[in-house]
Structures are given as C-alpha cells and as structure tokens.
C-alpha cells in the first residue's frame, strides 16, 4: 500500500514562496515518474509538474518558469519549490505517480496553498 504524506502549504502573499514536500513510501520510487498535482475549489484536479525517474521535467504553462520539481530517491521524496505565487495559485497540492502509469488510486491528504494578501 502506497503511502503519500504531503507537507509545505500555508498562506503566502502574491509574490512569496513556499516548498512543498511529499514523503513517500511501500512503493519503488525511484522507478516511477513523480508529478505533482493541484485541485482548486470547483475545479478538476491538474497535473502541474512532473519529473521522471532520470530526472527530467515538465510542467503546466501556467506554472512555467515559477515552479521547480525536483526528486531526493535516498530520501522517497519528492518537492515543489514554487515562487511568485500568484492568487490563481491557490488550491490543495498533492502528489501522486505521473508518466504512462498514472497515478496510484490511493492519494494523500494534500497540503493547502493559499495566496493572498
């Protein structure tokens, strides 16, 4: 059974940072493609960026250029460093398997980025 365990939201003004961590465990992860996604109130959950098991990354162009991704294997971890937030930024992160896997059915508790001032 995967466990993902995320960490970091908070409230942060327009234009502050935050990093965001996920912890996880009972799975190889070094094997998989790691992304991390982003559900805000009323709308579906998105794939916001993604980083594969070599390290390579893409991400969401409405995050491009803000957003880093990047992936700790001796530590199970995988982060979000996000900066000049922006108030569309706001919503519950998680993360989850990415790449053709797709996610594993069970997912986190998120962590709840709010921006705003």
């Known amino acids: 059974q995967v466990q993902l365990v995320e960490s970091g939201g908070g409230l942060v003004q327009p234009g502050g940072s935050l990093r965001l961590s996920c912890a996880v465990s009972g799975s190889r992860f070094s094997a998989y493609a790691m992304g991390w996604y982003r559900q805000a109130p009323g709308k579906q959950r998105e794939l916001v960026a993604h980083i594969t098991n070599g390290g390579t990354t893409t991400y969401a162009d409405s995050v491009k250029g803000r957003f880093t991704i990047s992936r700790d294997n001796a530590k199970n971890t995988v982060y979000l460093q996000m900066i000049s937030l922006k108030p569309e930024d706001t919503a519950v992160y998680y993360c989850?398997?990415?790449?053709?896997?797709?996610?594993?059915?069970?997912w986190g508790q998120g962590t709840q980025v709010t921006v705003s001032s």
């Open positions: 989850n398997r990415a790449g053709g896997w797709g996610p594993w059915p069970s």
